[in-house]
């Protein structure tokens, strides 16, 4: 019997970033705040007899240098969190790159501001590839971001849950029966699925226990913040300082060195030098985090500068693309290193993830922060009676360049805290 051996060579380009133990230690480092890092620093001395680390915050330096947080401190963590968790869950580039689109277009609440049909066209994307897209930013927590509408953010919340009797009775009547929900119309709904009212309610009290924002922060209120960043204002030019109170210092252990490293037993010294380069690499890191924290603080300054000379309430403007063009440098390590970090300013002290804010639709050059001011300039100039529309609302926005859909400008409006047309025309001849 004849036996042939076939055997075919092929060959495969594979793209791979493999990171040692010295560069995860730097990509953990830039993520940290001060208190933290003061901690893992300490932890590593204990195992490293060739360095020591000086603290320099002790409790009470906290309580002197940090500021209790509160309403100065400005906080939006949503847009780093989402991120990190799509780094591990959306492997294709090009996927990856919409998912992100849609990151950018959330609000501080995780409602996604932006039609289909306007993403559509501002990608030039097929309807299947946006529904793919979607689907990633679905699966993402917390549940229901990338939600369109309140009734679509309890859906997605639902969808996340168990499969038990109750949630799927929910979600049918979310999904086929919510004016009749929102009306508290059971005798409709029972009589409709021919089932008892007493199910009903027992999936009513499920809906009412979901959120109607799928984020909302969350402040502690003990949490103290310690400002790694500080900005001058000297006659209207600003400068960038680091903190150095408060910052860790490590010490190197020069008599230890010098006593083991000239040891004859060869197992001490392969573990001195092991020592050593931990030690140098920690070094190192450290001043990676500095040079970068400063370097971004810096860029942020020159692009937000009118807002922090307090010549306008509004910020640019300004994603983390942005700032990662700019100093030629990954989204995500602009996402760590913003985390956290704080910058001490004349007029407050703000998260350096605050100066980011999106734009107000992909051809605007305004941000959400810009257009809002305008919205609620509009309606506090309007005529008594004839209060403006959400549509006529987008009109007058249109007449200057701020081209909004009437869902948008709704959404901007409810934000706001502004009622709609008919309820202030009712507002104002009540108590006008």
Not at 86 to 113: A, M, P, Q, T, W
Not at 402 to 430: C, D, E, F, H, M
Request: charged share 20%.
């Amino acid at each position: 019997m004849l036996i042939k051996s076939s055997y075919q060579i092929n060959q495969k380009q594979l793209h791979k970033l493999i990171l040692n133990q010295s560069m995860r230690q730097s990509l953990f480092m830039l993520q940290t705040d001060l208190v933290d890092l003061t901690a893992y620093l300490q932890e590593l001395s204990m195992s490293n007899p060739l360095f020591d680390v000086n603290p320099s915050l002790t409790k009470r330096d906290v309580e002197l240098l940090a500021i209790p947080q509160n309403s100065l401190v400005q906080d939006q963590s949503l847009y780093s969190y989402l991120l990190e968790q799509i780094r591990f869950s959306v492997k294709n580039n090009s996927l990856r790159r919409i998912v992100i689109y849609l990151i950018e277009n959330l609000d501080e609440h995780g409602y996604l501001l932006l039609s289909d049909a306007e993403i559509l066209q501002e990608l030039s994307i097929d309807n299947r590839t946006l529904k793919e897209a979607k689907d990633c930013l679905y699966d993402l927590k917390p549940s229901g971001v990338g939600a369109q509408s309140f009734k679509e953010c309890l859906i997605l919340q639902l969808q996340s849950k168990k499969a038990t009797t109750s949630n799927l009775l929910a979600l049918s009547l979310l999904e086929d029966y919510f004016a009749d929900v929102v009306n508290h119309n059971w005798t409709n709904i029972a009589h409709s699925l021919n089932i008892s009212i007493k199910n009903i309610l027992s999936a009513f009290s499920v809906i009412q226990s979901l959120k109607p924002y799928p984020y909302w922060n969350n402040y502690k209120a003990n949490k103290y913040l310690i400002p790694e960043l500080i900005m001058i204002n000297n006659k209207g030019k600003l400068s960038l300082h680091i903190t150095r109170n408060g910052y860790p210092q490590i010490v190197f252990a020069e008599e230890t060195y010098n006593q083991l490293k000239n040891n004859t037993d060869q197992e001490v010294k392969l573990y001195i030098r092991t020592k050593y380069q931990e030690y140098q690499n920690l070094r190192r890191n450290l001043n990676h985090r500095l040079q970068t924290i400063a370097m971004v603080g810096r860029c942020i300054i020159s692009l937000q500068t009118p807002f922090l000379l307090r010549e306008t309430r509004e910020l640019k403007p300004l994603l983390l693309k942005d700032i990662a063009n700019k100093l030629n440098i990954s989204i995500s390590t602009v996402s760590r290193t913003i985390n956290g970090k704080y910058l001490q300013t004349d007029f407050g002290m703000f998260e350096l993830k605050y100066f980011f804010n999106r734009q107000a639709s992909p051809n605007s050059h305004q941000s959400i922060s810009q257009v809002q001011t305008q919205l609620q300039q509009l309606i506090k100039q309007e005529d008594a009676n004839s209060t403006l529309s959400d549509q006529k609302l987008v009109t007058l926005l249109a007449k200057q360049n701020i081209n909004l859909s009437r869902r948008t400008v709704t959404k901007y409006r409810n934000k706001l805290g502004i009622p709609n047309a008919n309820q202030r025309k009712k507002l104002i001849k009540k108590y006008c």
